[in-house]
């Protein structure tokens, strides 16, 4: 079946300090990719997506491309900020299938 | 606008009790989901609406869960005879459009029920 793993956490950086999340997953067909953000004490939030190979989701400063031929979705961010302290999810979707399928979370800390 | 709700936002009970929880979607959306998220087993999916009709139940743990959705809208979500595993937060999610369309891939979450069962 569909599966995502995202590299284990915890995560603690610097303010300021390049971030990396890595993301790869398995599923037939053509699946969309997202990464969902839960912040302390709130909800899980959209962070991005991509729907097709190739295809770069980006927000908040926050960055990931779709790579078909590695299958990974890995989250980037030049220069993290306390504010972006939070739980980060990887899940895919596929087209008819409709659920989500998350990987396990990363809980990433920045320090200022 | 509103976003999805959830009541009651916090829940214990004893085991062998009964409970509903309750998920009130973004008005005008067709799909709601229901997923549970517990320390051993991440985010897991649990059942999709499109409508009244759910035609995927397959991450339902056990016959002790079932869902319905009436009139496209609110959908309750009953745990009979709880166990202690089913200690866990519950989250509801709606989307504009589950059949597939381009708006069918963003789901909107709600803050969730964090039922305890002592």
């Known amino acids: 079946g569909d599966s995502v793993t995202q590299m284990e956490g915890p995560v603690t950086l610097s303010e300021e300090a390049f971030l990396t999340i890595n993301c790869t997953y398995t599923a037939t067909g053509y699946p969309s990719l997202f990464w969902y953000v839960q912040y302390p004490g709130e909800g899980l939030q959209l962070l991005l997506k991509a729907t097709k190979a190739d295809d770069k989701g980006s927000n908040k400063g926050f960055e990931a491309t779709y790579r078909k031929e590695t299958t990974s979705f890995h989250l980037e961010k030049g220069s993290v900020q306390v504010s972006d302290s939070a739980v980060y999810f990887c899940a895919l979707t596929r087209r008819g299938a409709q659920k989500l399928v998350f990987g396990q979370g990363t809980r990433l800390t920045i320090n200022p | 606008g509103a976003g999805v709700s959830q009541s009651p936002s916090n829940k214990v009970t004893e085991k062998g009790k009964d409970v509903e929880l309750r998920c009130d979607p973004i008005s005008g959306h067709t799909a709601l989901y229901w997923y549970r998220q517990s320390l051993g087993q991440g985010l897991e999916f649990l059942i999709y609406?499109?409508?009244?009709?759910?035609?995927?139940k397959s991450g339902l743990p056990s016959d002790r869960f079932s869902a319905e959705r009436t009139g496209g809208s609110v959908s309750t979500l009953t745990i009979q005879r709880t166990q202690q595993e089913d200690s866990a937060v519950y989250l509801c999610?709606?989307?504009?459009?589950?059949?597939?369309?381009?708006?069918?891939?963003?789901?909107?979450f709600g803050p969730g029920t964090r039922l305890t069962v002592t």
């Open positions: 999610a709606s989307s504009p459009d589950g059949a597939g369309g381009p708006l069918s891939y963003e789901q909107y």
């Open positions: 609406f499109q409508g009244n009709s759910a035609p995927d």
